[in-house]
């Protein structure tokens, strides 16, 4: 179990530019979930997934943001036409979801730092 | 919708000492986990605690325990000998249990400081 990695850690972009986030799970979890956590604040929920199925967008996730998780494993966040308020820390989130079992525990990357100049 | 509340942005314990950090939450949902995260400087969130709503039993975990008071919609962490590792933003975080998605709704955070 090596845990949540995202990739890259840190991102520096110009505005208008397109940038993509990706994150692999743990490698048994069938949830994956995207937040985004800004300087000083909470994370807030953007998406999830099961397996490969988004099933929930939070009214954060403008039309200029996309995720994908093609083959329920690893996802790929991508946004487009990059804005400054784009800038803060998009985290990923993965956790084991079984009917009956109600033992659900997020466990969390650490997270791609995006700054958007 | 759901809403966590942490009133206080920033608190510091000498070491070796308890310090208890507060959240406050809003439902109107009956049953529900409550959670306490701890994200060191750059490093990544790792759950520290955890609570169910149909619990009437506090959670406990070494040294990290909760005073859950669901009447009063509040949940707070108490850290008892605190250690300098201790130092870090901790988050209270809420999600519903019986419902697609389980999202996380978090508070705004502590940054809690560990004087040596």
């Known amino acids: 179990d090596t845990g949540v990695s995202q990739n890259p850690r840190h991102k520096i972009t110009k505005r208008g530019q397109n940038v993509t986030f990706r994150c692999d799970p743990i490698?048994?979890?069938?949830?994956l979930y995207w937040y985004r956590q800004t300087l000083g604040q909470g994370p807030e929920f953007l998406t999830y997934f099961q397996n490969e199925a988004q099933l929930e967008k939070s009214r954060l996730l403008s039309d200029r943001f996309s995720a994908e998780r093609p083959k329920g494993s690893f996802s790929t966040l991508e946004i487009q036409r990059t804005e400054q308020g784009d800038s803060a820390m998009y985290l990923c989130?993965?956790?084991?979801?079984?009917?009956?079992?109600?033992?659900?525990?997020?466990?969390f990357g650490p997270g791609t730092r995006l700054l958007v100049l | 919708a759901q809403t966590v509340t942490q009133s206080q942005p920033e608190m510091s314990v000498q070491e070796a000492e308890t310090v208890t950090l507060s959240c406050t939450y809003d439902?109107?949902?009956?049953?529900?986990?409550l959670f306490w995260y701890k994200q060191p400087p750059s490093r990544q969130m790792i759950l520290v605690i955890r609570q169910e709503a149909y619990k009437q039993q506090n959670a406990t975990e070494n040294r990290f325990s909760v005073n859950f008071q669901k009447a009063a919609k509040s949940f707070s962490l108490k850290i008892s000998d605190s250690q300098l590792g201790d130092a870090a933003m901790y988050f209270c975080a809420y999600r519903r249990r019986y419902r697609a998605g389980n999202m996380l709704t978090f508070g705004g955070g502590t940054r809690l400081m560990v004087k040596p």
């Open positions: 490698s048994e979890h069938n949830r």
């Open positions: 989130a993965s956790s084991f979801e079984k009917t009956g079992v109600m033992d659900e525990t997020q466990y």
């Open positions: 439902t109107s949902e009956s049953d529900y986990y």
